[in-house]
């Protein structure tokens, strides 16, 4: 049975903001400014989906160039070297870190999927019975990046159709 | 030493590989697996000294990995370098005789932390 998540925005931008102090922006200078507009636009995004004690998936956003930019900086190369391989990798890795990292604040018996990445506006994804619970909206160094919840309600609960058209 | 690193990422690899060196362990012989099947099949051909495993991978994962070598009489130094911790995968990681539970995302003050002991 699917638990009431105790997961709120202030944990998710603390994880967020782990990952920015970590990987993208080590020296302080670029931190997410947040705009809490979560419908700004994304050119690509990626996701993990987690089931058991809590239904859902967690969505990463962005412009492809903060995508370029975020695997420029898990590299230590130029924006202008990263490949395609190499943006979705680091597209998926990001959504596994918080994802990772929200499973380990659920009760026990939640199940991480493996990262999906898909080189399209967040927009176009479809989540089934979902809706958004909440969310990090912000501007990295000019371009938009979000992370947000999305939980699935459950086989027996037909209340909630948000994203399932 | 030399030092297995399993992860499906391949930036995830080259991200702990940075980190290690930037710890002061660089000087080590660095292997790579893409996976745990791959990172079971290594350890038996080129014994490393130490494996630093993801644990959510295709194939085989990390848990799978390190349980897979115990049973066949493996007891290479072996450890989880993941997004995920929970309790309950601590406990399945420190059962199946894994040394460490570093969690993403990690700094080189964290890996000195866990390695220096191991790798002096």
């Known amino acids: ?165 | 030493m030399k030092i297995l690193i399993a992860d499906d990422s391949r930036v995830m690899r080259q991200i702990v590989v940075r980190t290690l060196r930037q710890a002061g362990f660089g000087d080590h012989d660095l292997i790579e697996a893409a996976n745990g099947k791959e990172a079971f099949d290594i350890v038996k051909a080129e014994s490393p000294d130490l494996v630093l495993s993801d644990w959510n991978m295709p194939e085989m994962n990390g848990i799978e990995c390190l349980r897979a070598l115990r049973a066949a009489g493996n007891d290479v130094k072996y450890g989880f370098v993941t997004s995920e911790s929970t309790p309950e995968m601590k406990e399945q990681a420190e059962a199946a005789g894994a040394l460490f539970f570093i969690v993403k995302p990690f700094s080189a003050e964290r890996f000195d932390e866990v390695f220096a002991p191991i790798l002096g």
């Open chain 1, 1 to 165: 049975m699917s638990v009431e998540v105790e997961v709120n925005e202030n944990d998710l931008t603390e994880m967020v903001d782990q990952v920015w102090e970590s990987y993208l922006d080590p020296e302080g200078l670029n931190p997410l400014m947040q705009t809490y507009d979560e419908n700004q636009p994304s050119d690509v995004h990626s996701s993990v989906s987690i089931t058991g004690s809590w239904t859902g998936h967690i969505v990463y956003a962005s412009s492809t160039l903060a995508a370029r930019r975020a695997a420029a900086a898990f590299l230590a190369v130029e924006p202008d070297e990263v490949s395609e391989e190499d943006l979705s990798d680091v597209l998926g890795e990001l959504a596994n870190i918080v994802g990772g990292n929200v499973k380990a604040m659920l009760p026990p018996g939640a199940f991480l999927s493996l990262p999906q990445v898909v080189l399209a506006p967040e927009a176009t994804a479809r989540y089934p019975n979902a809706q958004r619970i909440s969310g990090v909206y912000g501007i990295w160094d000019g371009e938009p990046v979000s992370i947000s919840m999305w939980h699935s309600s459950t086989a027996d609960n037909n209340s909630t159709k948000e994203g399932a058209e």
